[in-house]
């Protein structure tokens, strides 16, 4: 079956694939271009995302906002989703159940898109997407290629609030995948 953005925002509105769906005041689909050649996967909702439904508001959307501006980049030109789509209880990280239950969502938005960069925001972002031993401070800003598509990944904007002298680590990275964005779709 093709699926379409609106079938895929129907199936997520409604999902119970995992005990999330039970517990969520709203669902998170990716949000930004459907156009974009840049998409960032971060790992899940936090406690205001459930509350909108938006990816990436509150402190950390405004860190990520913030390293999109010193790099040229407006949240209008990329597109921005999660691994899961319900936010997991006390910020915790996703279960394997539970990214499983959910990764269908992100296999058919990526379909859709068709991203030319895929950045993985986090640890357990590129554990899933890169690779599962990845390791986020030695290997961030590296890339890797995987059918017509370059893969990255950075430091979660939440990581940055935690420890901000990685910003600067972080927008080097930014810029870098501005550059990359540059050389393979101008």
Same mark, same amino acid.
């Given at each position: 079956m093709q699926y379409t953005w609106n079938d895929i925002e129907q199936? /997520?509105?409604?999902?119970?694939?995992? !005990?999330? #769906? %039970?517990?969520?005041?709203?669902?998170?689909?990716?949000?930004?271009?459907?156009?974009?050649? /840049?998409?960032?996967?971060?790992?899940? !909702?936090? #406690? %205001?995302?459930d509350q909108q439904g938006i990816p990436f508001v509150g402190r950390s959307g405004e860190v990520l906002d913030r390293l999109l501006q010193d790099c040229g980049l407006r949240r209008e030109e990329i597109y921005i989703t999660n691994i899961i789509k319900c936010h997991p209880p006390g910020n915790r990280d996703p279960k394997e159940e539970e990214k499983e239950a959910c990764f269908p969502y992100l296999k058919y938005e990526t379909y859709l898109l068709k991203p030319r960069i895929i950045v993985c925001l986090g640890r357990v972002a590129a554990q899933r997407i890169i690779s599962p031993d990845y390791k986020i401070t030695r290997q961030h800003g590296t890339w890797v290629c995987r059918k017509n598509c370059v893969l990255t990944a950075v430091y979660h904007p939440s990581a940055i609030l935690r420890d901000p002298p990685k910003y600067e680590e972080a927008k080097r990275d930014f810029c870098e995948i501005v550059r990359k964005r540059d050389e393979l779709c101008r």
């Open positions: 199936h /997520i509105a409604v999902c119970t694939q995992c !005990p999330l #769906g %039970q517990t969520r005041n709203l669902p998170v689909m990716g949000r930004g271009s459907r156009q974009a050649e /840049i998409m960032l996967i971060a790992e899940a !909702p936090g #406690g %205001q995302e």
